[in-house]
């Protein structure tokens, strides 16, 4: 079991909200497709940290478990998005998502 | 406040601030250095929480690899810098931010007024094994309230530990079918047969107990030991416990001989002989207060000037608890024989969040998923090459790729009706 917790769950939780809502501005707020990649990655790294805290909460591994399987699709996911950022900027010389609104070529 | 909380404070600042600049920089680089800043706050995190390995894997795969990837796509397509040019959806950006304000507020008042803190994990399940040190007892099946638990036990032996529900139960042994397979014996619990022992024992939540089944054969009991089984500060040593199971024998002490000392002659030596335990009386438990470093160790009982039972081959393993028993074996004429058995050693708890902990669920419970997730890797990569590839972008730019199915169709509705170019795709 886990030693005794100093730090409230509640902080880590608000700290995890915070971190999540900012990625989700970066989201909606920039047009660079790079920059909203980078967004989802904090948004990824804030629920990772909710699910931590929950597991410390809980003396349940399974919730570092599950970060540990979210890193892993993370990473694949970065290597997909980015080879796919690499052929778009290939195809239309540009990264601006407001510039990709055709569904074609 | 406490260090803890202020640290905790300082980090989260820094985290805070990190993803801001992230958001605002117009420099694309920045902001990926700005988002290692943030990962590594993460991982600092992971540490205040008792993960200490994701903080690794953090810093390793997520500060490393993943922004590495970052940067080197950022360098190759030369968007450092990112344009301000106007964009085509303005009128996006006002509502978004009000959206994601309305977000945050929602998530605040949830995570305040939710009492997420207050919320906790059941305490877990006792566990239970038996012992069997009742010699001239045959094998013994275990009966908890007239169902069959735990394994047969034979004599010396033990039982795996078992996860029970915390309560009252009545837990009988009965001796063990040893008829072939083809004849069964009948149900003991059907037939009302005598138990060699029948108890009622109550079961507490986070309780770990051995039940050891001791005492002169005529008259059977148990002794319950609880079993520390929690985390060892120290992977190198282990925790020992005895039980003194030889009626009408005087207190016994159990010693640690030195063997390089044991032949010595030096009175204040004592033959090398170290005492770990004494003055333990039949049917009762002595526990080794401090944990043994671990290795190989020469132990023997002693009563009064006697030395009993000597168990010289004696080897334990780090982060395990470990159980001796003198018990008084009847040899054939009626010699009184003592003798020192061993249960089998138990492992502790691996530390919470370390890496064996880790590792123990991912190839146990998490093993599917797992290997699910090592298939979807493989195809990333697959994915990422074929994504990347010249002649794939050159055949989507020439739309092969886009209208290799527009044409066939093409092609089967043009016979029908009119003759019209199929390339009408626009751009």
Known sequence: ?????????????????????????????????????????????????ALVAFARQWGQIGGQLIVFFVITVAAAEVAVGLALIVAIFRTKRTIDIDELHAMEG | MSLELGIFLVVAIVAIASAAFMLLTRNAVHSALFLVVNFACVAFFYLLLNAPFLAMIQITVYAGAIMVLFMFVIMLLGAEKLGSQPAHYRWLAPIGAILTGLFLVIALFVVVQGNVGLLKAAPPNPQLRVVHALPGSPTLDVYMNDTRALASVAYTGATPFGQVLPGDYVL??????????????????ATKAKSVLSKRITLKENTTTTLV?????????????????????DDNTFRLQAVNATPGLATVSLLNINPLKANSTDPNDNHGELPLLSNIAFGQ??????????????????RDNDRLAPLSDFVAQGKTSELVILVQETTGSGVALPLTLRATPVPTQEAFGSPQAIGQSLLSTYLLPFELVSLLLLAAMVGAIILTREDVVRRVRRREIVTEGALRINRATSAATTPANPETSGD
């Open chain 2, 213 to 233: 089944l001791l005492g002169d054969p005529k008259a059977p009991q148990f002794v319950a030991v609880p079993t520390d089984l929690s985390t060892l500060n």
């Open chain 2, 172 to 189: 009988a042994l009965y001796p063990s079918c040893t008829q072939p397979a083809a004849s069964p014996c009948a149900d003991p619990i």
């Open chain 2, 285 to 302: 438990v002595g526990t080794v207060n401090t944990p043994l470093p671990k290795g190989s160790y020469s132990l023997v009982w002693a």
């Open chain 1, 1 to 49: 079991m886990p030693q005794a917790p100093t730090i409230p769950v509640e902080y880590f939780v608000l700290l995890s909200a915070i971190l999540f809502i900012m990625g989700v501005m970066g989201v909606l707020l920039r047009r660079n497709a790079i920059m909203i990649f980078m967004s989802i990655e904090l948004m990824l790294n804030a629920a990772n940290l």
